[in-house]
């Protein structure tokens, strides 16, 4: 078996170093399917993220306000909501979301079903990153919030979450990373995002190992790219706390 | 100015403040004494309703407030203006510079214009000493320095009454003096206020009336002279020995 292995590798580089057609095919194809990737990237997979993100925090802070509320009902919402995201496979929810939802009378387009389970899983992701954040913030910060006579809201818009976001920018960012490499799973779902013009592509060529390998490469520099971004948040947030 | 009648507060079963009545006058510096866990900070605290007591009335400045029965946040928010605090940690916003933190409540809770409110700030800051530091952030301020800033914070809401809880005890030796001239120059112009310290010389010097607090009430009350070198009861001699030795260790 493994000797099998060894021989169909051996073979592949073969091909493209004694075989100069083959490597000229091999480029042609990565050539032209570039574009194509590219453009799945940017009609889909960045704007999945983006759209995505931007309503999961809206729905993580909802969610871990509600969670830290002294009101039980909204305790218990929002421990559910995010027991079952957390506990159910992204795959299981999109599916729901697409396949399932039309039996019983709502039929989503793919894109929108992609961004409602994207949403509602950072969204119970990051509530646990925030939920743990506001909690850090030392009781003082909220007692000198009302001493100078702020409401809740203010003082939690003031103060709290801008010293919040700086403790999860960390956190956060390592959601939004998942999060770019999980709109994938969207291919599942019909939505014709990076991987599965990928898909599509190879399998009219069989050039699997070349497309995965360059859609795979596309991931990496997204991420590669979001971590300097990642850097950069940081520093600017961390202007106000002491380098020692 | 202040008028505080049999004020209670519990943390469940446990009796922080077992009916405190007290009366401040307009432009007074009261200073309260007493061993930690005597209920001191509590009591400041209520007043601020920081906690919320279990019972009894405060009145400052004709706002009144019946802790027997539940306060909607609207007066709640109402009261609170009456007074502000100065915390013993400063408690200060580190996302913000000096001049910020004492912007942000005229700011965002009194919606005043930011450049009027800004002049009020760096006038605030330049009182207690602190015009060339107005841009900085807290951690790059001494603690004497950032407890001065938590005074102009305070300060900036125009309250009637000032709360200090133990303003100097969290700070180095050499820095306490700079906070208590601030306090003191503020008691000079006529500001009603309520002090926790153990700072003696300023006690002497400042307040009007000195107050001795023991297991949540208040056990013995008179002039710093009548307190400090004729107290009457026997609790308030022992604190005091225990004070006076710690002084001198
Ligand atoms: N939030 C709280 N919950 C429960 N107990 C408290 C709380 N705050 C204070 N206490 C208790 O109340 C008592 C008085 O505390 P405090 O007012 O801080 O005293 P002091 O300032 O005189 O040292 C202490 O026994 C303290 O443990
Ligand atoms: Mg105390």
Redesign the interface.
């Known amino acids: 078996m493994k000797f099998h292995r060894n021989g169909l590798a051996k073979m592949y580089l073969n091909s493209i170093f004694t075989n100069p057609e083959r490597l000229e095919r091999l480029l042609d194809i990565a050539q032209s399917s570039f574009l194509p990737l590219l453009e799945g990237a940017i009609q889909y997979t960045i704007p999945l993220t983006l759209i995505s993100f931007t309503i999961g925090l809206i729905l993580a802070t909802l969610t871990a306000l509600a969670r830290i509320s002294t009101v039980k009902f909204f305790q218990i919402i929002a421990r559910i909501y995010v027991s079952i995201i957390r506990g159910t496979p992204l795959l299981v929810q999109l599916s729901i979301l697409f396949y399932g939802l039309p039996t019983v009378g709502i039929t989503l387009e793919p894109f929108t079903a992609a961004i409602l389970g994207f949403s509602l899983n950072v969204g119970a992701y990051a509530s646990e990153v925030i939920r743990a954040a506001i909690l850090s913030i030392p009781k003082g910060q909220w007692e000198a919030a009302n001493t100078i006579g702020m409401s809740y809201s203010q003082a939690l818009k003031r103060i709290i979450l801008p010293q919040a976001s700086r403790v999860s920018i960390p956190p956060l960012s390592n959601t939004f990373i998942s999060l770019v490499k999980d709109t994938s799973l969207a291919s599942f779902i019909l939505v014709t995002e990076m991987f599965r013009r990928a898909q599509e592509i190879a399998a009219f060529n069989y050039e699997f190992l070349l497309l995965y390998s360059q859609a795979g490469l596309l991931y990496w520099i997204f991420c590669f790219l979001l971590s300097l971004v990642q850097g950069r948040l940081e520093n600017r947030f961390d202007r106000y706390v002491s380098k020692a | 100015m202040i008028a505080i009648n049999n004020l209670h507060k519990s943390f469940g079963d446990l009796e922080v403040l077992k009916g405190i009545d007290l009366n401040v006058e307009k432009g007074q510096a009261v200073v309260v004494i007493g061993p930690s866990g005597s209920g001191k900070t509590t009591f400041l605290r209520c007043l601020?309703i920081?906690e919320t007591p279990t019972a009894g009335t405060v009145a400052i400045d004709g706002h009144m407030a019946d802790f027997s029965k539940p306060l909607p946040?609207k007066q709640i928010?109402g009261f609170?203006?009456q007074s502000?605090?100065v915390?013993q940690?400063y408690?200060?916003?580190?996302?913000?510079t000096a001049l910020e933190n004492v912007m942000?409540?005229p700011v965002?809770?009194?919606k005043i214009d930011r450049a009027e409110a800004r002049a009020k700030a760096e006038e605030l800051l330049t009182k207690v000493g602190l015009k060339e530091k107005m841009n900085e952030?807290?951690?790059q301020l001494s603690g004497g320095q950032q407890q001065r800033v938590g005074i102009a914070?305070?300060l900036?809401?125009e309250p009637k009454v000032m709360l200090f809880d133990e303003p100097t005890s969290a700070l180095d030796p050499e820095l306490v003096g700079e906070v208590l001239q601030v306090m003191k120059e503020l008691a000079l112009e006529g500001m009603t206020m309520v002090v926790v310290t153990h700072e003696m010389r300023f006690a002497k010097g400042v307040a009007d009336e000195v107050l001795f607090m023991d297991a949540g009430r208040i056990i013995e009350r008179g002039t710093p002279q009548e307190i400090f070198d004729h107290p009457k009861e026997e609790r308030t001699k022992q604190f005091l020995n225990l004070i006076q030795n710690a002084d001198t260790i």
């Open positions: 601020n920081l946040k928010m609170r203006k502000a605090m915390f940690h408690n200060l916003f580190p996302h913000m942000e409540g965002t809770v009194q952030y807290p951690f914070r305070a900036a809401l």
